[in-house]
Protein backbone atom coordinates (compact mmCIF):
# COMPACT_ATOMS: atom_id res chain seq x y z
CA UNK A 1 0.00 0.00 0.00
CA UNK A 2 1.88 3.71 -1.28
CA UNK A 3 1.39 6.33 1.04
CA UNK A 4 0.75 9.70 -0.86
CA UNK A 5 2.46 12.87 0.40
CA UNK A 6 0.13 15.56 0.80
CA UNK A 7 0.32 18.90 -1.60
CA UNK A 8 0.84 21.65 0.71
CA UNK A 9 -0.57 24.01 -2.18
CA UNK A 10 -4.32 22.23 -2.09
CA UNK A 11 -6.39 24.29 0.13
CA UNK A 12 -7.86 21.97 2.99
CA UNK A 13 -11.58 22.05 2.86
CA UNK A 14 -12.94 24.53 5.31
CA UNK A 15 -9.85 27.08 5.19
CA UNK A 16 -9.86 30.56 4.06
CA UNK A 17 -8.00 29.57 0.51
CA UNK A 18 -10.72 27.03 -0.32
CA UNK A 19 -13.35 29.35 0.20
CA UNK A 20 -11.42 32.08 -2.56
CA UNK A 21 -11.27 29.18 -4.59
CA UNK A 22 -14.70 28.17 -4.43
CA UNK A 23 -15.90 31.76 -5.26
CA UNK A 24 -13.24 32.50 -7.92
CA UNK A 25 -14.70 29.71 -9.85
CA UNK A 26 -17.78 31.22 -9.06
CA UNK A 27 -16.91 34.19 -10.41
CA UNK A 28 -15.92 32.50 -13.48
CA UNK A 29 -18.89 30.69 -14.25
CA UNK A 30 -21.13 33.52 -13.78
CA UNK A 31 -19.00 36.07 -15.95
CA UNK A 32 -19.21 33.27 -18.67
CA UNK A 33 -23.19 33.22 -18.26
CA UNK A 34 -23.27 36.99 -18.43
CA UNK A 35 -23.88 38.88 -21.75
CA UNK A 36 -21.43 40.78 -23.62
CA UNK A 37 -21.24 44.38 -21.67
CA UNK A 38 -20.62 42.39 -18.41
CA UNK A 39 -18.30 39.88 -19.83
CA UNK A 40 -15.25 39.95 -21.67
CA UNK A 41 -15.92 39.53 -25.17
CA UNK A 42 -15.23 36.48 -27.40
CA UNK A 43 -13.24 35.71 -30.77
CA UNK A 44 -15.14 33.85 -33.61
CA UNK A 45 -13.62 30.74 -34.23
CA UNK A 46 -13.85 31.10 -37.95
CA UNK A 47 -11.72 33.96 -38.21
CA UNK A 48 -7.73 33.76 -36.92
CA UNK A 49 -6.72 35.40 -34.07
CA UNK A 50 -4.40 38.74 -34.41
CA UNK A 51 -0.81 38.06 -32.69
CA UNK A 52 -0.21 40.70 -30.46
CA UNK A 53 2.45 43.20 -32.23
CA UNK A 54 4.63 45.54 -30.13
CA UNK A 55 3.67 49.29 -30.00
CA UNK A 56 5.62 51.69 -32.65
CA UNK A 57 6.06 55.79 -32.45
CA UNK A 58 6.68 56.78 -28.56
CA UNK A 59 5.95 53.65 -26.95
CA UNK A 60 8.51 51.35 -29.13
CA UNK A 61 10.59 50.11 -26.64
CA UNK A 62 14.71 50.54 -27.31
CA UNK A 63 16.62 48.06 -24.59
CA UNK A 64 17.31 45.10 -26.50
CA UNK A 65 19.40 47.82 -28.83
CA UNK A 66 21.45 48.45 -25.30
CA UNK A 67 22.32 45.02 -24.75
CA UNK A 68 25.51 43.76 -25.14
CA UNK A 69 25.47 41.47 -28.55
CA UNK A 70 23.80 44.49 -30.05
CA UNK A 71 26.38 47.01 -29.02
CA UNK A 72 28.92 44.56 -30.16
CA UNK A 73 27.48 44.54 -34.23
CA UNK A 74 26.57 48.37 -33.70
CA UNK A 75 30.47 49.22 -32.68
CA UNK A 76 31.50 47.18 -35.65
CA UNK A 77 29.81 48.76 -38.14
CA UNK A 78 30.35 52.39 -36.72
CA UNK A 79 34.00 52.18 -36.70
CA UNK A 80 34.22 50.00 -39.68
CA UNK A 81 31.90 51.23 -42.18
CA UNK A 82 30.08 54.43 -41.04
CA UNK A 83 33.20 56.18 -40.27
CA UNK A 84 35.49 55.23 -43.46
CA UNK A 85 32.40 56.22 -45.99
CA UNK A 86 31.84 59.52 -44.05
CA UNK A 87 35.30 60.55 -44.25
CA UNK A 88 35.51 59.45 -48.13
CA UNK A 89 31.82 61.37 -48.92
CA UNK A 90 32.32 64.67 -46.43
CA UNK A 91 36.10 64.88 -45.44
CA UNK A 92 35.07 66.54 -42.51
CA UNK A 93 36.68 69.00 -40.47
CA UNK A 94 36.53 69.16 -37.18
CA UNK A 95 37.75 72.33 -35.22
CA UNK A 96 37.90 72.38 -30.70
CA UNK A 97 38.03 68.60 -31.27
CA UNK A 98 40.43 68.73 -28.14
CA UNK A 99 36.60 69.60 -26.25
CA UNK A 100 35.85 66.24 -26.98
CA UNK A 101 38.80 64.69 -24.99
CA UNK A 102 38.31 66.46 -21.81
CA UNK A 103 34.09 66.04 -21.19
CA UNK A 104 33.47 63.83 -18.46
CA UNK A 105 30.26 61.90 -19.65
CA UNK A 106 27.86 61.19 -19.55
CA UNK A 107 26.72 64.81 -21.59
CA UNK A 108 24.15 66.25 -23.70
CA UNK A 109 24.83 66.83 -27.44
CA UNK A 110 22.88 69.60 -29.35
CA UNK A 111 23.50 70.76 -32.63
CA UNK A 112 21.87 72.06 -35.75
CA UNK A 113 20.27 70.03 -38.01
CA UNK A 114 20.20 70.34 -41.93
CA UNK A 115 20.62 66.92 -43.00
CA UNK A 116 19.64 63.29 -42.62
CA UNK A 117 23.62 62.94 -42.87
CA UNK A 118 23.85 65.18 -39.44
CA UNK A 119 24.05 62.00 -37.08
CA UNK A 120 26.72 59.85 -39.03
CA UNK A 121 28.66 62.53 -39.30
CA UNK A 122 28.69 63.13 -35.83
CA UNK A 123 29.10 59.92 -34.48
CA UNK A 124 31.86 59.23 -36.89
CA UNK A 125 33.98 62.30 -35.41
CA UNK A 126 33.05 61.54 -31.27
CA UNK A 127 36.00 59.22 -29.36
CA UNK A 128 35.23 55.57 -28.85
CA UNK A 129 34.36 56.23 -25.17
CA UNK A 130 31.87 58.42 -26.34
CA UNK A 131 30.30 57.08 -29.42
CA UNK A 132 30.00 53.71 -28.72
CA UNK A 133 27.63 54.98 -24.83
CA UNK A 134 25.54 57.64 -27.15
CA UNK A 135 21.95 57.47 -28.39
CA UNK A 136 20.74 59.25 -30.87
CA UNK A 137 17.16 61.24 -30.04
CA UNK A 138 15.06 60.66 -33.16
CA UNK A 139 11.57 61.69 -34.11
CA UNK A 140 9.07 59.07 -33.22
CA UNK A 141 6.62 60.22 -35.95
CA UNK A 142 9.53 59.58 -38.51
CA UNK A 143 11.71 57.20 -37.88
CA UNK A 144 9.60 54.56 -35.57
CA UNK A 145 6.49 54.70 -37.44
CA UNK A 146 7.08 51.41 -39.30
CA UNK A 147 8.60 48.10 -37.56
CA UNK A 148 11.37 47.86 -39.98
CA UNK A 149 12.35 51.29 -39.21
CA UNK A 150 12.18 51.20 -35.63
CA UNK A 151 14.22 47.72 -35.94
CA UNK A 152 16.39 49.21 -37.90
CA UNK A 153 17.33 52.81 -36.40
CA UNK A 154 17.53 51.43 -32.75
CA UNK A 155 19.62 48.86 -33.66
CA UNK A 156 21.95 50.85 -36.01
CA UNK A 157 22.45 54.27 -33.93
CA UNK A 158 21.13 53.30 -31.04
CA UNK A 159 18.07 55.82 -31.74
CA UNK A 160 15.22 56.29 -29.01
CA UNK A 161 12.04 57.99 -29.63
CA UNK A 162 10.84 61.26 -28.63
CA UNK A 163 7.89 63.15 -29.60
CA UNK A 164 8.73 66.95 -31.47
CA UNK A 165 5.17 67.89 -31.84
CA UNK A 166 3.61 67.63 -28.61
CA UNK A 167 5.01 67.10 -25.01
CA UNK A 168 5.13 63.73 -23.74
CA UNK A 169 6.00 62.23 -20.40
CA UNK A 170 7.27 58.70 -21.50
CA UNK A 171 9.80 60.52 -23.74
CA UNK A 172 11.56 63.05 -20.90
CA UNK A 173 11.64 60.35 -18.84
CA UNK A 174 12.75 57.27 -20.76
CA UNK A 175 15.97 60.27 -22.07
CA UNK A 176 16.37 61.04 -18.17
CA UNK A 177 16.61 57.76 -17.23
CA UNK A 178 19.42 56.94 -19.73
CA UNK A 179 21.53 60.57 -19.08
CA UNK A 180 21.67 59.10 -15.17
CA UNK A 181 22.29 55.64 -16.19
CA UNK A 182 25.55 56.92 -17.82
CA UNK A 183 24.30 57.29 -22.03
CA UNK A 184 25.42 60.55 -23.49
CA UNK A 185 22.28 61.95 -25.62
CA UNK A 186 22.51 63.49 -28.77
CA UNK A 187 19.49 65.80 -29.51
CA UNK A 188 18.80 68.66 -32.27
CA UNK A 189 16.71 71.06 -30.37
CA UNK A 190 15.53 72.21 -33.76
CA UNK A 191 12.77 69.54 -34.02
CA UNK A 192 13.44 69.02 -37.28
CA UNK A 193 15.77 69.58 -40.75
CA UNK A 194 15.95 73.11 -41.73
CA UNK A 195 13.29 73.73 -44.83
CA UNK A 196 15.30 76.55 -46.32
CA UNK A 197 19.18 76.22 -45.11
CA UNK A 198 19.01 78.91 -42.14
CA UNK A 199 18.30 77.15 -38.83
CA UNK A 200 14.89 77.23 -36.87
CA UNK A 201 14.17 78.04 -33.16
CA UNK A 202 15.19 75.82 -30.98
CA UNK A 203 12.93 74.12 -28.70
CA UNK A 204 13.38 73.30 -24.76
CA UNK A 205 13.89 69.34 -25.02
CA UNK A 206 17.78 69.23 -24.51
CA UNK A 207 17.26 72.46 -21.72
CA UNK A 208 14.79 70.47 -19.96
CA UNK A 209 16.91 67.29 -19.88
CA UNK A 210 19.88 68.84 -18.37
CA UNK A 211 18.57 71.00 -15.96
CA UNK A 212 17.06 67.95 -14.58
CA UNK A 213 19.92 65.62 -14.85
CA UNK A 214 22.77 68.74 -13.73
CA UNK A 215 24.39 67.39 -16.72
CA UNK A 216 26.47 69.48 -19.30
CA UNK A 217 25.11 70.43 -22.81
CA UNK A 218 28.06 70.28 -25.68
CA UNK A 219 27.10 72.51 -28.66
CA UNK A 220 28.30 71.53 -31.86
CA UNK A 221 27.59 73.18 -35.33
CA UNK A 222 27.77 71.49 -38.53
CA UNK A 223 27.99 73.03 -41.89
CA UNK A 224 27.91 71.64 -45.46
CA UNK A 225 25.91 68.25 -45.10
CA UNK A 226 22.79 70.33 -46.19
CA UNK A 227 24.44 70.69 -49.48
CA UNK A 228 25.26 67.05 -49.91
CA UNK A 229 21.95 65.67 -48.42
CA UNK A 230 19.43 68.56 -48.20
CA UNK A 231 15.76 68.29 -47.43
CA UNK A 232 13.66 66.39 -50.04
CA UNK A 233 16.31 65.37 -51.93
CA UNK A 234 16.93 61.22 -53.17
CA UNK A 235 20.33 61.73 -54.08
CA UNK A 236 23.66 61.50 -52.49
CA UNK A 237 26.93 64.00 -53.30
CA UNK A 238 30.15 64.75 -52.43
CA UNK A 239 31.13 67.47 -50.14
CA UNK A 240 33.03 69.25 -47.60
CA UNK A 241 31.70 68.97 -43.47
CA UNK A 242 32.99 71.27 -41.24
CA UNK A 243 31.94 70.48 -37.21
CA UNK A 244 33.04 73.03 -34.42
CA UNK A 245 32.86 71.65 -30.80
CA UNK A 246 31.85 74.78 -28.33
CA UNK A 247 32.72 74.56 -24.81
CA UNK A 248 30.11 72.69 -22.32
CA UNK A 249 27.46 74.84 -20.84
CA UNK A 250 26.94 74.04 -17.08
CA UNK A 251 23.14 74.46 -15.85
CA UNK A 252 23.92 77.01 -13.44
CA UNK A 253 22.23 77.04 -9.83
CA UNK A 254 18.46 78.39 -9.86
CA UNK A 255 18.07 78.12 -13.88
CA UNK A 256 15.61 76.74 -15.34
CA UNK A 257 15.34 75.18 -18.66
CA UNK A 258 14.13 78.39 -21.09
CA UNK A 259 17.25 80.74 -20.12
CA UNK A 260 19.22 77.26 -20.67
CA UNK A 261 17.76 77.11 -23.90
CA UNK A 262 18.43 80.15 -25.13
CA UNK A 263 21.80 80.20 -23.73
CA UNK A 264 22.25 76.82 -25.80
CA UNK A 265 20.98 78.64 -29.06
CA UNK A 266 23.51 81.76 -28.32
CA UNK A 267 26.36 79.44 -28.18
CA UNK A 268 25.40 77.13 -31.88
CA UNK A 269 24.65 80.61 -33.64
CA UNK A 270 28.53 81.59 -32.74
CA UNK A 271 29.68 78.07 -33.48
CA UNK A 272 27.70 79.11 -37.12
CA UNK A 273 29.37 82.08 -37.25
CA UNK A 274 32.83 80.69 -36.10
CA UNK A 275 32.55 77.77 -39.01
CA UNK A 276 32.42 81.15 -41.62
CA UNK A 277 35.36 82.87 -39.85
CA UNK A 278 37.52 82.33 -37.22
CA UNK A 279 37.10 82.28 -33.87
CA UNK A 280 38.12 85.80 -32.74
CA UNK A 281 35.97 87.09 -35.47
CA UNK A 282 32.50 85.45 -34.57
CA UNK A 283 33.18 87.14 -30.65
CA UNK A 284 33.85 90.18 -32.25
CA UNK A 285 30.79 90.59 -34.32
CA UNK A 286 27.37 92.40 -32.81
CA UNK A 287 24.63 90.11 -31.32
CA UNK A 288 21.88 92.01 -34.53
CA UNK A 289 24.81 91.04 -36.88
CA UNK A 290 25.88 87.65 -35.85
CA UNK A 291 21.88 86.82 -35.47
CA UNK A 292 21.19 88.06 -39.33
CA UNK A 293 24.05 86.07 -40.35
CA UNK A 294 23.29 83.11 -38.43
CA UNK A 295 19.18 82.62 -38.99
CA UNK A 296 19.06 84.69 -42.35
CA UNK A 297 17.07 87.33 -43.54
CA UNK A 298 13.13 87.65 -42.54
CA UNK A 299 12.05 87.37 -45.83
CA UNK A 300 10.25 85.13 -48.27
CA UNK A 301 11.52 81.50 -48.56
CA UNK A 302 12.85 82.43 -52.00
CA UNK A 303 14.72 85.00 -50.83
CA UNK A 304 16.09 83.11 -48.12
CA UNK A 305 17.20 80.68 -50.16
CA UNK A 306 18.97 82.79 -52.12
CA UNK A 307 20.69 84.67 -49.56
CA UNK A 308 22.22 81.78 -48.57
CA UNK A 309 26.17 81.68 -48.55
CA UNK A 310 27.52 79.88 -51.49
CA UNK A 311 29.13 76.12 -51.34
CA UNK A 312 32.57 75.85 -49.64
CA UNK A 313 33.24 72.63 -51.50
CA UNK A 314 31.78 73.83 -55.28
CA UNK A 315 34.53 74.99 -57.26
CA UNK A 316 34.15 78.71 -58.09
CA UNK A 317 33.82 79.62 -61.98
CA UNK A 318 36.62 82.01 -63.45
CA UNK A 319 35.84 85.45 -64.16
CA UNK A 320 38.97 86.78 -65.02
CA UNK A 321 40.62 86.97 -67.98
CA UNK A 322 43.68 85.75 -66.22
CA UNK A 323 41.90 82.19 -65.39
CA UNK A 324 40.37 82.21 -68.61
CA UNK A 325 43.20 82.44 -71.19
CA UNK A 326 41.24 80.88 -74.44
CA UNK A 327 38.91 84.35 -73.90
CA UNK A 328 41.85 86.50 -74.14
CA UNK A 329 43.06 84.82 -77.05
CA UNK A 330 39.52 84.89 -78.71
CA UNK A 331 39.22 88.68 -78.20
CA UNK A 332 38.42 90.73 -81.16
CA UNK A 333 41.21 92.45 -83.03
CA UNK A 334 40.04 96.20 -82.04
CA UNK A 335 40.03 94.56 -78.41
CA UNK A 336 43.38 93.65 -78.33
CA UNK A 337 44.64 96.18 -79.87
CA UNK A 338 43.29 98.66 -77.25
CA UNK A 339 44.63 96.77 -74.28
CA UNK A 340 47.84 96.44 -76.02
CA UNK A 341 50.68 98.17 -73.66
Do not use: C
Not at 221 to 238: K, V, Y
Not at 269 to 284: C, G, I, P, V
Amino acid sequence: MSTRTPDPRRALPGSPAAARALLGRAKNTLRRDLPFPWSPPTWPTSVPAPRDRPALGAAYETDWARRYPVRLVRAVLLDNVLRPAVHLLAAPEVRGGELLALLDPPVVFVANHASHLDTPVLLSLLPPRLRHHTVVAAAADHFFDRRWKAHLWAGLLSAVPVERHRVNRRSAEVALGLIEDGWNLLIYPEGGRTPDGWPQPHRGGAAYLAVRSGRPVVPLHLRGTDRMLPRGADRLRRGRVTVTVGQPLHPEPGEDARALAARIERAVARLAAESRSDWWAARRLPEPERTELVAGPEAAPWRRAWARPPDPAAPRPPRTEDELPWLRDRRAPWRRRGAAP
